[in-house]
């Protein structure tokens, strides 16, 4: 996967999330796919392929902090 990956966090119908590392276009692919009618989408994340079913994503959650180091 190349380019900057930033942490999604997608959440499902019944209170599950799903946290993955992933680009900019991917994420942006999941939220076209969100408003179409098909059921099955692939994100391809930092250290996976993930299969979501879109009829059960309740939310998506862009994290948009600035990584820090130290306290």
Not at 24 to 47: K, M, S
């Amino acid at each position: 996967m190349a380019g900057s990956t930033q942490r999604v966090d997608i959440g499902f119908t019944g209170g599950q999330v799903l946290s993955v590392r992933t680009t900019e276009a991917a994420l942006q692919a999941l939220r076209d796919a969100l408003t179409g009618d098909g059921r099955w989408h692939e994100i391809e994340a930092e250290d996976s392929v993930v299969s979501v079913d879109l009829q059960k994503v309740v939310y998506v959650r862009l994290d948009t902090d600035k990584q820090r180091v130290g306290f």
